[in-house]
């Protein structure tokens, strides 16, 4: 449990905030990647915390400087002021994920915002009920439009469970109607999910740095009109079109019905799983050079596979690069006689297999320029 007893509560150490701070304080040197999706105040507690014990002693510099370098605050919005009051002011070090360029569209608008309108189908009644609520235990307790239930019975936002009501409708019965309604069935929202899916490890390593993208999106170099705006500010998932990554959205949702079905049976055999491929992750090339890229790739359940090779242009090389067989799992590609020495260029591997729901996985490479 948290720190909830009033917005932006950070009065006194709770459970929750005591086990950030025993993990911010631990000796793994792994970032920690703090999902908050609720408001900071948690968070900001046990970095307070951690201020009060050790300022004024000899081992507070080092001690803020490890902290500083392993949180990661992954905010899905600012539900209280914790972050901007005291977070920022005192631990300017901290990493906030930024997620501004290719967003999967997630929110309670998903089905109005899709990249592909054919993606519309992972939003609808019938996919979501034959993928994910027909699916045990647990995928019964999936939330959709109109299903009867209440997040916080008679508060005036909580209107989802209702069906059978136009928006007019609700706001004459009370309700603050910001979204309008959809028909029985069709997906709600997980709108912090982002926040989350760039840690999966399905093989864009997307979790090693913002800027190489993944299935939540990425950061990107913002415009001088877009710093104006204040889109610097670190609020999650502001979605704006991406001229690099591709539409993920078919993957996760597939990903995530292939998960569901996991749930519901102990037998391997009767589930689908993602293909598997080995690779380098890292290659040294010079300018002008021929890199051989071979990767081996094989599904653990023996199913058709198609591979395909595209250049993520997230890399300081910006110019193009040709593969030679783009639908072969080992392929190669000429390092560009104008790429200059430390520059980088992302090649990504992609294997999806034959079932349905299908499962794809991933193969970052990076080219770094001698």
Not at 38 to 59: C, D, M, V, W
Not at 164 to 178: A, D
Not at 302 to 323: E, M, P, R
């Amino acid at each position: 449990m948290g720190n909830v007893e009033f917005e932006g509560d950070i009065s006194h150490d709770t459970p929750g905030s005591n086990r950030i701070k025993k993990v911010l304080l631990d000796d793994d040197p792994r970032p920690v990647f703090i999902q908050i999706w609720g408001g900071p105040s948690t968070a900001a507690r046990a970095l307070k915390s951690i201020e009060e014990e050790y300022q004024g002693t000899p081992e507070w510099e080092s001690i803020k400087t490890k902290v500083s370098a392993k949180a990661k605050f992954c905010l899905s919005g600012q539900q209280d002021m914790t972050y901007k009051e005291y977070v920022q002011p005192n631990w300017p070090d901290i990493e906030s994920i930024i997620l501004n360029a290719g967003v999967i569209s997630l929110g309670y608008m998903a089905k109005r915002a899709v990249a592909d309108p054919a993606d519309t189908l992972y939003f609808s009644a019938e996919w979501t009920f034959e993928n994910i609520r027909s699916k045990g235990v647990l995928g019964a307790l999936y939330r959709v439009w109109g299903d009867g239930k209440h997040m916080a019975p008679g508060d005036f936002t909580d209107y989802f469970g209702l069906k059978g009501y136009t928006g007019e409708q609700l706001r004459e019965m009370g309700y603050w109607v910001w979204t309008e309604p959809q028909s029985e069935g069709n997906f709600i929202s997980e709108g912090d999910t982002p926040m989350y899916l760039n840690l999966i490890d399905n093989g864009l390593r997307a979790y090693e740095r913002q800027e190489y993208g993944g299935w939540a999106g990425r950061r990107k170099e913002l415009s001088p009109e877009e710093k104006a705006s204040g889109f610097t500010s670190p609020f999650a998932m502001r979605t704006i079109k991406d001229e690099v990554l591709p539409n993920f959205l078919p993957a996760i949702q597939n990903n995530f019905a292939s998960r569901m079905n996991w749930s519901v049976t102990s037998r391997f055999e009767e589930a689908n799983h993602e293909p598997l491929i080995e690779g380098p992750l890292c290659i040294n090339a010079a300018a002008g050079s021929a890199v051989k890229l071979r990767c081996k790739v094989s599904d653990p359940d023996q199913d058709q596979l198609s591979v395909h090779w595209k250049q993520f242009k997230v890399g300081s090389y910006k110019g193009d690069i040709t593969f030679e067989n783009p639908a072969n799992a080992s392929t190669s590609v000429t390092i560009p006689s104008d790429a200059l020495s430390g520059d980088t260029i992302h090649l990504v591997l992609t294997a999806t297999d034959n079932q349905t729901p299908s499962m794809t996985r991933y193969h970052r490479i990076i080219i770094t320029v001698k």
